[in-house]
């Protein structure tokens, strides 16, 4: 069965950097479109980045320019590196396939405070 693995959360202050990652087990991963998504308190979840196979990458209008998506194939991993972290970043990261959705991990937590 699939699993996904997020890490690499914590709290940070505002203007610093984290970098998440996502270890994907169980299911074939390399032709996988992949995604980040958050959900902050309240809200509801919303896509963050995306990164196809070929590696074209997408971002959300609140991230781009700050956050980069990337994959490392041999590792099952897809990562997310968060720059110029704000207090909006704060949330609940989770990775998942953009397409046929793989049982949700547990998330890691970003909570960006001064």
């Known amino acids: 069965q699939a699993q996904l693995v997020e890490s690499g959360g914590g709290l940070v202050q505002p203007g610093g950097s984290l970098r998440l990652s996502c270890a994907v087990s169980?299911?074939?991963?390399?032709?996988?479109?992949m995604g980040w998504y958050r959900q902050a308190p309240g809200k509801q979840r919303e896509s963050v980045a995306t990164i196809f196979a070929g590696g074209t990458t997408n971002y959300a209008a609140p991230v781009k320019g700050r956050f980069t998506i990337s994959r490392d194939n041999t590792k099952n991993t897809v990562y997310l590196q968060m720059n110029s972290l704000k207090l909006e970043d704060t949330g609940v990261y989770y990775c998942?396939?953009?397409?046929?959705?793989?049982?949700w991990g547990q998330g890691t937590q970003v909570t960006v405070s001064s």
């Open positions: 169980g299911s074939i991963f390399s032709t996988r479109a």
């Open positions: 998942n396939a953009l397409f046929n959705l793989l049982p």
